[in-house]
C-alpha cells in the first residue's frame, strides 16, 4: 500500500473517531436527541471497504451509519448539522443520526430497523444488473442482523437471481446485549452457504485486510460471479447506544479488544514500514481536530428547519 | 367503445405501460410462466421475457423492498402480492421503507414503486386469505392507496400509479376481476386523489369505494325504483383523499352512508364520518351511516360468510334509516 493511501486511511479512522467522541459530548450536552449509535472501533471497516469501492458502487448500511457517511466523503458539516437537527443537515434535520444518506455518492443511507435495509440493497443491484452495468452495491449490516427474516429473504433472491451485492457483516459480537452465540443458532459464516456463497471470515481491525478482501469480493462480481459475502470481525468499544448499562461484558474483554484497535493497528503499521513518523500523525491528528471543530460550528450556527418543512417533501408529487 | 373486464384493463394498462418504457418490469410469485394467481399477467412471460417479468421465492418482505430499492435507484417496477393479505408481511417495507425514504433523507430520493394486490372477501376463502385491510395502509402518509370500482378507472389509475413518482399500492378487489365496463382505445389516465360522482341523486349521498361502490350502485337502482334518488361518490384514491365531491353531494342531500367492504371499527367510514362532521356539521339532517363488514373473522361456510359482508340489502336499510 502506498504511503499516501496508509495516510489518507489514518485521516478518515481518525476523523470518524473525533467525530464519534465529539458526538457523545453533544449528546450528554443535551444538543443531539435520540439514540446515537457511535461506531468506535470498528472504524477500519467502512474505511477500508469504502476505499475499495468503484465510483459507482454504492452503499447502504444500518443506524450506526455516521463512520459510512464519512468514508463515502460527505460533507462532515452536514453530517454534524444532521445530527443536530439542523436544515443544513444532509436530510435536511428529517433523518437524524440513524437516517444519514448521500445519494450524490450512491450512499443510500442508515435504516433503523434492523435488516429492513437489505430487501432495498436487492432492488437496488437489480436495478444495476437491469442497467447491466458493472456496479455493485456493498450492504453492511451487524451481527444480530443475520437473525432476522429479511436477511434470508435477500440472500436467497440475491442468489436466485444472481445480484451484483456483497454482503458485509460487520460482527462486533453482541447486537444490542445479546452476544452471538445466543443469538445464532449456527456460526455466521455457514449462513453465506445455505444462499450458494462461500463467504469468508476477516479480521475487521485491520484496514489493509478489510480494503484487500473488499476488493476481491467486488472483483468476483463483476467477473460474474454472483453475490458475494464477508464477515468482519470487530468490536464496539462504547455502548449499543447512548446510555446503555453495558451489563453484558466485562472490563476485561473491552481491554483485550483494546489492543487490537484499528488505528492502532495502522499506526503500527505506518510506523513499520516508515510511511510517517509519530510528528506527522500527530500533525494528522490536529488537522482532524480543526476539521471537526468547524463541523461542530456549522452545525451549531445553522438555522433549524423551517416549520413548513415538516409538511414538505411527503410525496414527490404535491 | 369495447367493453372489457376489470382484468382485462388492468392487464392492458399493464401492457401499454410496459411498451411505453423499458423501466417498467414485474415482479412477483407466479407472475411469469403460470401467468398471474388472477391471470392479470398471462402471456407477458412469452411477450416480455425473463427480466422485465420476473418470478420471485415466496418472500414478500423481499418482494416489497427489492421493488422499493429497484424504484430508488432508477426503475419502474410493478411488484404483485398474490393478495393482499400477504402484503401485510411486506407491511415494514412498505411503510417504514418506500412511503419513508423520500421525506426521512430530506428529498434526496423517491421510490416510485407500484404495489399490486388483490384482495376482499366473498370467496371462501376462510379467515386469513379474506381481508379488506386497506385502512391499514391508508393509515400513513408518505403512501398512495388506491382501489378502482370500475374498468375504466381500474386501466386509468393503474397508468397513473405506474407513472407516479410516489410509491402507490394498488388494491384490486378480486370479486370484480369479471366486471364489465366500457374502456376506451386509446391512452388516458385517470388522476390520483380526485374522487367522482358515478351517479346522480337528490336524496342521499353513498360514498364507497371498489367493490363497495359497485354494491352502492346496486343499492341505488333498487331504492330509484322506490322513489329514493341516491348519489354515489366513489373515492377511487384512499389517500390522498379527495373529500370534495362527497362534501358538495352532502351538502345538498343532507344525508349520507359510506359503504365500504373492510371492518366497521377504525374503518374509512369512521374517517369520512369525521370528515363531514367537521367540513358540513351545518348541514347534518339525520345519523350518517356506516355499512360495513362485522366485526369477526370471515368463516369459510358461504351463509356465515356473506352474513358478515356488505351487500346491496344493507345499503338500502341503511338510506331507509335516514332518508
Ligand atoms: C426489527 C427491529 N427489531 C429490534 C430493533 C431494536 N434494535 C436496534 S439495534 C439492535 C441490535 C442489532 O444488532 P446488530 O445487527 O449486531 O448491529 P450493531 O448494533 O451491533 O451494529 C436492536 C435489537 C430494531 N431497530 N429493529
Ligand atoms: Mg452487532
Same mark, same amino acid.
Given at each position: 500500500?502506498?504511503?499516501?493511501?496508509? /495516510?489518507?486511511?489514518?485521516?478518515?479512522?481518525?476523523?470518524?473517531?473525533?467525530?464519534?467522541?465529539?458526538?457523545?459530548?453533544?449528546?450528554?450536552?443535551?444538543?443531539?436527541?435520540?439514540?446515537?449509535?457511535?461506531? =468506535?472501533?470498528?472504524?477500519?471497516?467502512?474505511?477500508?471497504?469504502?476505499?475499495?469501492?468503484?465510483?459507482?458502487?454504492?452503499?447502504?448500511?444500518?443506524?450506526?451509519?455516521?463512520?459510512?457517511?464519512?468514508? @463515502?466523503?460527505?460533507?462532515?458539516?452536514?453530517?454534524?448539522?444532521?445530527?443536530?437537527?439542523?436544515?443544513?443537515?444532509?436530510?435536511?434535520?428529517?433523518?437524524?443520526?440513524?437516517?444519514?444518506?448521500?445519494?450524490?455518492?450512491?450512499?443510500?443511507?442508515?435504516?433503523?430497523?434492523?435488516?429492513?435495509?437489505?430487501?432495498?440493497?436487492?432492488?437496488?443491484?437489480?436495478?444495476?444488473?437491469?442497467?447491466?452495468?458493472?456496479?455493485?452495491?456493498?450492504?453492511?449490516?451487524?451481527?444480530?442482523?443475520?437473525?432476522?427474516?429479511?436477511?434470508?429473504?435477500?440472500?436467497?433472491?440475491?442468489?436466485?437471481?444472481? /445480484?451484483?451485492?456483497?454482503?458485509?457483516?460487520?460482527?462486533?459480537?453482541?447486537?444490542?446485549?445479546?452476544?452471538?452465540?445466543?443469538? !445464532?443458532?449456527?456460526?455466521?459464516?455457514?449462513?453465506?452457504?445455505?444462499?450458494?456463497?462461500?463467504?469468508?471470515?476477516?479480521?475487521?481491525?485491520?484496514?489493509?485486510?478489510?480494503?484487500?478482501?473488499?476488493?476481491?469480493?467486488?472483483?468476483?462480481?463483476?467477473?460474474?460471479?454472483?453475490?458475494?459475502? @464477508?464477515?468482519?470481525?470487530?468490536?464496539?468499544?462504547?455502548?449499543?447506544?447512548?446510555?446503555?448499562?453495558?451489563?453484558?461484558?466485562?472490563?476485561?474483554?473491552?481491554?483485550?479488544?483494546?489492543?487490537?484497535?484499528?488505528?492502532?493497528?495502522?499506526?503500527?503499521?505506518?510506523?513499520?514500514?516508515?510511511?510517517?513518523?509519530?510528528?506527522?500523525?500527530?500533525?494528522?491528528? $490536529?488537522?482532524?481536530?480543526?476539521?471537526?471543530?468547524?463541523?461542530?460550528?456549522?452545525?451549531?450556527?445553522?438555522?433549524?428547519?423551517?416549520?413548513?418543512?415538516?409538511?414538505?417533501?411527503?410525496?414527490?408529487?404535491? | 367503445?369495447?367493453?372489457?373486464?376489470?382484468?382485462?384493463?388492468?392487464?392492458?394498462?399493464?401492457?401499454?405501460?410496459?411498451?411505453?418504457?423499458?423501466?417498467?418490469?414485474?415482479?412477483?410469485?407466479?407472475?411469469?410462466?403460470?401467468?398471474?394467481?388472477?391471470?392479470?399477467?398471462?402471456?407477458?412471460?412469452?411477450?416480455?421475457?425473463?427480466?422485465?417479468?420476473?418470478?420471485?421465492? =415466496?418472500?414478500?418482505?423481499?418482494?416489497?423492498?427489492?421493488?422499493?430499492?429497484?424504484?430508488?435507484?432508477?426503475?419502474?417496477?410493478?411488484? %404483485?402480492?398474490?393478495?393482499?393479505?400477504?402484503?401485510?408481511?411486506?407491511?415494514?417495507?412498505?411503510?417504514?421503507?418506500?412511503?419513508?425514504?423520500?421525506?426521512?433523507?430530506?428529498?434526496?430520493?423517491?421510490?416510485?414503486?407500484?404495489?399490486?394486490?388483490?384482495?376482499? &372477501?366473498?370467496?371462501?376463502?376462510?379467515?386469513?386469505?379474506?381481508?379488506?385491510?386497506?385502512?391499514?395502509?391508508?393509515?400513513?402518509?408518505?403512501?398512495?392507496?388506491?382501489?378502482?370500482?370500475?374498468?375504466?378507472?381500474?386501466? $386509468?389509475?393503474?397508468?397513473?400509479?405506474?407513472?407516479?413518482?410516489?410509491?402507490?399500492?394498488?388494491?384490486?378487489?378480486?370479486?370484480?376481476?369479471?366486471?364489465? &365496463?366500457?374502456?376506451?382505445?386509446? #391512452?388516458?389516465?385517470?388522476?390520483?386523489?380526485?374522487? %367522482?360522482?358515478?351517479? %346522480?341523486?337528490?336524496?342521499?349521498?353513498?360514498?364507497?369505494?371498489?367493490?363497495?361502490?359497485?354494491? !352502492?350502485?346496486?343499492?341505488?337502482?333498487?331504492?330509484?325504483?322506490?322513489?329514493?334518488?341516491?348519489?354515489?361518490?366513489?373515492?377511487?384514491?384512499?389517500?390522498?383523499? #379527495?373529500?370534495?365531491?362527497?362534501?358538495?353531494?352532502?351538502?345538498?342531500?343532507?344525508?349520507?352512508?359510506?359503504?365500504?367492504?373492510?371492518?366497521?371499527?377504525?374503518?374509512?367510514?369512521?374517517?369520512?364520518?369525521?370528515?363531514?362532521?367537521?367540513?358540513?356539521?351545518?348541514?347534518?339532517?339525520?345519523?350518517?351511516?356506516?355499512?360495513?363488514?362485522?366485526?369477526?373473522? /370471515?368463516?369459510?361456510?358461504?351463509?356465515?360468510?356473506?352474513?358478515?359482508? =356488505?351487500?346491496?340489502?344493507?345499503? =338500502?336499510?341503511?338510506?331507509?334509516?335516514?332518508?
Amino acid at each position: 500500500m502506498d504511503k499516501e493511501t496508509l /495516510l489518507d486511511w489514518y485521516r478518515q479512522m481518525v476523523l470518524i473517531r473525533r467525530f464519534e467522541q465529539r458526538s457523545a459530548e453533544l449528546y450528554q450536552q443535551g444538543k443531539i436527541g435520540g439514540f446515537l449509535h457511535l461506531y =468506535i472501533g470498528q472504524e477500519a471497516i467502512a474505511v477500508g471497504s469504502i476505499a475499495a469501492k468503484a465510483e459507482g458502487d454504492h452503499v447502504i448500511t444500518a443506524y450506526r451509519d455516521h463512520g459510512h457517511a464519512i468514508a @463515502v466523503g460527505a460533507d462532515l458539516n452536514a453530517v454534524m448539522a444532521e445530527l443536530l437537527g439542523k436544515q443544513t443537515g444532509v436530510s435536511m434535520g428529517k433523518g437524524g443520526s440513524m437516517h444519514l444518506a448521500d445519494v450524490s455518492r450512491r450512499y443510500w443511507g442508515g435504516y433503523a430497523v434492523v435488516g429492513g435495509h437489505l430487501p432495498l440493497a436487492t432492488g437496488i443491484a437489480l436495478a444495476e444488473q437491469y442497467r447491466e452495468t458493472e456496479n455493485a452495491v456493498l450492504c453492511y449490516m451487524g451481527d444480530g442482523a443475520t437473525n432476522i427474516g429479511y436477511f434470508h429473504e435477500s440472500l436467497n433472491l440475491a442468489g436466485v437471481w444472481q /445480484l451484483p451485492v456483497l454482503w458485509i457483516i460487520e460482527n462486533n459480537n453482541y447486537g444490542m446485549g445479546t452476544s452471538v452465540d445466543r443469538a !445464532s443458532a449456527a456460526p455466521i459464516l455457514d449462513k453465506a452457504k445455505a444462499y450458494g456463497m462461500n463467504g469468508e471470515q476477516i479480521d475487521g481491525m485491520n484496514v489493509m485486510e478489510v480494503y484487500e478482501t473488499t476488493q476481491d469480493c467486488l472483483q468476483k462480481i463483476r467477473d460474474g460471479e454472483g453475490p458475494q459475502f @464477508v464477515e468482519m470481525i470487530t468490536y464496539r468499544y462504547e455502548g449499543h447506544s447512548m446510555g446503555d448499562p453495558l451489563r453484558y461484558r466485562t472490563k476485561e474483554e473491552v481491554e483485550k479488544w483494546r489492543e487490537d484497535d484499528p488505528i492502532g493497528v495502522l499506526e503500527r503499521h505506518i510506523l513499520d514500514e516508515k510511511a510517517a513518523d509519530q510528528e506527522a500523525l500527530e500533525a494528522i491528528d $490536529g488537522e482532524v481536530e480543526e476539521r471537526i471543530e468547524a463541523a461542530v460550528q456549522f452545525a451549531e450556527e445553522s438555522p433549524l428547519p423551517e416549520p413548513e418543512a415538516l409538511y414538505s417533501g411527503i410525496y414527490v408529487e404535491a | 367503445m369495447a367493453r372489457i373486464t376489470l382484468r382485462q384493463a388492468i392487464s392492458d394498462a399493464l401492457r401499454e405501460e410496459m411498451q411505453r418504457d423499458e423501466n417498467v418490469f414485474i415482479m412477483g410469485e407466479e407472475v411469469g410462466v403460470w401467468g398471474g394467481t388472477y391471470a392479470v399477467t398471462r402471456g407477458f412471460h412469452d411477450e416480455f421475457g425473463d427480466k422485465r417479468v420476473r418470478d420471485t421465492p =415466496i418472500s414478500e418482505m423481499v418482494i416489497g423492498g427489492a421493488a422499493a430499492g429497484a424504484a430508488m435507484n432508477g426503475l419502474r417496477p410493478v411488484a %404483485e402480492f398474490m393478495t393482499i393479505n400477504f402484503a401485510m408481511l411486506a407491511l415494514d417495507q412498505i411503510v417504514n421503507h418506500a412511503a419513508k425514504v423520500h421525506y426521512m433523507f430530506g428529498g434526496q430520493m423517491k421510490a416510485p414503486v407500484v404495489y399490486r394486490a388483490p384482495g376482499g &372477501g366473498g370467496r371462501q376463502l376462510g379467515a386469513t386469505h379474506s381481508h379488506t385491510p386497506d385502512v391499514i395502509f391508508a393509515h400513513f402518509p408518505g403512501l398512495t392507496v388506491v382501489s378502482p370500482g370500475t374498468p375504466y378507472d381500474a386501466k $386509468g389509475l393503474l397508468k397513473s400509479a405506474i407513472r407516479s413518482d410516489d410509491p402507490v399500492l394498488f388494491i384490486e378487489h378480486a370479486t370484480l376481476y369479471q366486471l364489465r &365496463g366500457e374502456v376506451p382505445e386509446e #391512452d388516458y389516465t385517470v388522476p390520483i386523489g380526485v374522487s %367522482e360522482v358515478k351517479r %346522480e341523486g337528490s336524496d342521499v349521498t353513498i360514498i364507497s369505494y371498489a367493490q363497495g361502490l359497485q354494491v !352502492s350502485l346496486e343499492a341505488a337502482e333498487q331504492l330509484a325504483k322506490e322513489g329514493v334518488e341516491a348519489e354515489v361518490v366513489d373515492l377511487r384514491s384512499l389517500r390522498p383523499l #379527495d373529500m370534495g365531491p362527497a362534501l358538495e353531494s352532502f351538502k345538498k342531500t343532507f344525508r349520507a352512508v359510506v359503504v365500504e367492504e373492510g371492518h366497521r371499527g377504525y374503518g374509512i367510514g369512521a374517517e369520512i364520518v369525521a370528515r363531514l362532521q367537521e367540513e358540513a356539521f351545518d348541514y347534518i339532517d339525520a345519523p350518517i351511516k356506516r355499512v360495513a363488514q362485522d366485526e369477526t373473522p /370471515l368463516p369459510y361456510s358461504q351463509e356465515l360468510e356473506q352474513m358478515a359482508l =356488505i351487500n346491496p340489502d344493507k345499503v =338500502i336499510a341503511a338510506v331507509k334509516e335516514i332518508v
